[in-house]
């Protein structure tokens, strides 16, 4: 009888965390600012990047992270990834006619980060706005910089 409460108990365990941790199977990431930079990262490892700059065409390219490098900056979105919507019409609507919330002190050249995590049965993105309230936001709008900056991507 041991056994058999054990053996719920566990699948229950790993139930809810496949719940809370669904397979993602592609990250999609755009900084923007006074230059554009657009990422999609494959769970295979395969990244691939667009760079606004130079101007007119941009540059692009590819790069390739381990399977640890990918889970490990995954991990890093997790405080973003908690705080993200499900992606819909409507939502991505939103994000772009309405990021900062009324009465939000803001800078409007600030840039922002949008994300959104996709998998089979997952499609949840989220949109952190620079400029709505930086200095309140200040530290975490940094810590997000910082993750981004970890991509391997041309520095200019």
């Not at 554009?36 to 941009?58: F, K, W």
């Not at 810590?143 to 520095?155: H, N, S, V, Y």
Request: proline share 8%.
């Amino acid at each position: 009888m041991r056994l058999l409460v054990a053996l719920i108990a566990m699948l229950f365990v790993v139930a809810c965390g496949k719940a809370d941790r669904p397979e993602i199977e592609k990250i999609e990431i755009r900084q923007s600012g006074w230059q554009s930079q657009d990422v999609t990262i494959a769970s295979t490892g395969l990244g691939n990047y667009h760079i606004s700059e130079p101007y007119p065409e941009g540059q692009s390219g590819t790069f390739k992270m381990t399977h640890e490098q990918f889970v490990s900056f995954l991990s890093s979105l997790e405080p973003y990834r908690a705080d993200a919507e499900p992606y819909t019409d409507e939502s991505a609507l939103r994000f772009i006619k309405y990021p900062c919330p009324p009465k939000v002190p803001r800078t409007t050249d600030a840039g922002a980060i949008y994300i959104r995590w996709r998998g089979p049965e997952y499609d949840m993105h989220f949109l952190m706005n620079f400029g709505c309230n930086s200095k309140h936001h200040a530290k975490r709008n940094s810590q997000l910089r910082r993750t981004f900056e970890q991509l391997p991507l041309p520095r200019h």
